[in-house]
């Protein structure tokens, strides 16, 4: 890419995201009438402009949300590998806004290599209509911290709440190899903002969920405690634990929490009363894969710290339907 090409595109990076913030504070997510709201995960797309495998990807989100009319998408990191970046997320994100479905996009840590920074690639996705996303928010690391309050059917209170956080990308310490952490300052303001909505619900902590891109070390050994889906691969994880676990059993209202990054991994497993989670990796064959793409699916009941989720895959074929806790919980 020349160098006019280059400013062109982080102009309109500019000028785009100067409407992102009203257009954010314009949409409210809230249960439907019948009490449910129902959340659609897509993870690691890959997507890349020029290459065809690409269409398998765009195919899946396609008949996913033709099928499911969910209330809310939630990217789960590594949309789009391929330059130029804006190309790509312009077509991700209109397969999802020319529906009128809200969406939510959590970094991951191949977004940010293309021909935009990640704070670059921050603003775009929070400019794009119907983007609830969140470029930054005060004295917190990284780019897309933020808090998707669900309303009840009512509209007269907050009945759940979901976490998006950045994972990081990459182990900036040179002692230690591999991915990065959460930060502390991430874990304080996730314990802050978890105490406030507890606060704000007369004492109780609030139904949450809790979505980013890399697994949190705990992946480790939930597999092997009761798990359901697939792990054809080791969970590629930082190797410093930061304490984000610990937080939400502390604070006691993160029911599970929901990654991407592993792709050929998609189980649901139960460690100390939270499910830790896998999307079902929603890419075409632009980086590896050995398992078939498809999404999974998540429902809310209002009033219940509960949810059920499946694997969305084509053909309208659904597996590893699940219920939290009920179907965790040893008879």
């Not at 500019?14 to 954010?24: K, N, Q, Y």
């Not at 599970?256 to 079902?280: C, E, M, P, Q, S």
């Amino acid at each position: 890419m020349n160098n006019f090409s280059r400013k062109t595109g982080l102009f309109c990076v500019a000028i785009l995201s100067l409407f992102a913030v009203s257009g954010l504070r314009a949409q409210q997510l809230s249960f439907r009438k019948d009490g449910s709201f129902k959340i659609v995960q897509f993870t690691d797309v890959h997507y890349c402009v020029s290459k065809p495998e690409s269409k398998e990807a765009l195919a899946v989100i396609n008949e996913t949300l033709d099928a499911e009319k969910p209330d809310l998408v939630i990217f789960t990191g590594d949309v789009v590998t391929e330059a130029p970046a804006k190309n790509g997320w312009d077509v991700v994100t209109e397969a999802v806004s020319k529906r009128g479905i809200p969406f939510a996009v959590t970094l991951g840590n191949h977004d940010d290599e293309q021909d935009l920074s990640r704070a670059q690639v921050a603003r775009l996705v929070a400019s794009y209509p119907k983007s609830l996303f969140k470029d930054t928010t005060d004295n917190v690391s990284g780019y897309g911290n933020y808090t998707l309050p669900i309303k009840s059917a009512a509209g007269n209170k907050t009945a759940a709440v979901l976490y998006c956080m950045d994972s990081r990308s990459y182990s900036k310490i040179k002692a230690v190899e591999g991915y990065g952490w959460f930060s502390q300052d991430q874990v304080n303001w996730y314990r802050n903002q978890s105490a406030d909505f507890t606060k704000q619900n007369g004492g109780k902590p609030l139904p949450a969920l809790a979505f980013f891109h890399i697994a949190l070390p705990e992946y480790n050994k939930a597999y092997n405690t009761r798990a359901i889906g697939l792990r054809f691969e080791d969970e590629c994880n930082p190797k410093v634990n930061s304490g984000m676990f610990t937080a939400m059993l502390e604070s006691g209202d993160v029911m599970g929490t929901f990654v991407g990054h592993d792709h050929d991994n998609d189980y649901i497993a139960w460690l100390d009363g939270i499910a830790l989670v896998y999307g079902r990796f929603t890419g075409g064959k632009t980086t590896y894969i050995n398992i078939e793409n498809g999404a999974r699916v998540i429902t809310l009941q209002e009033g219940e710290a509960a949810f059920k989720s499946w694997i969305r895959l084509k053909g309208n074929r659904i597996i590893q339907q699940t219920e939290f806790p009920k179907t965790f919980i040893k008879k």
